[in-house]
């Protein structure tokens, strides 16, 4: 398993567990749309990854991972 914090629909970052092979996130949008996330990591790190439905700055990933990982 592998944490992945999830930024979509313009909510507050949150935290998932999937599995290692897994690529992408499938989420749906409040009217139905789904959209897959594909999951990437920050460069050197390797505890977490991310999956986003928008542009993120790499200090936003990183101060949702000191938020939401114990």
């Given at each position: 398993?592998?944490?992945?914090?999830?930024?979509?629909?313009?909510?507050?970052?949150?935290?998932?567990?999937?599995?290692?092979?897994?690529?992408?996130?499938?989420?749906?949008?409040?009217?139905?749309?789904?959209?897959?996330?594909?999951?990437?990591?920050?460069?050197?790190?390797?505890?977490?990854?991310?999956?986003?439905?928008?542009?993120?700055?790499?200090?936003?990933?990183?101060?949702?991972a000191e938020s939401l990982i114990q």
């Amino acid at each position: 398993m592998r944490k992945v914090i999830v930024f979509f629909n313009g909510e507050p970052p949150y935290l998932l567990e999937v599995s290692k092979g897994l690529p992408t996130l499938r989420l749906s949008y409040p009217d139905g749309q789904m959209k897959d996330l594909q999951i990437s990591r920050l460069a050197g790190v390797d505890t977490y990854a991310f999956a986003t439905d928008r542009d993120v700055e790499p200090h936003e990933v990183r101060e949702a991972a000191e938020s939401l990982i114990q």
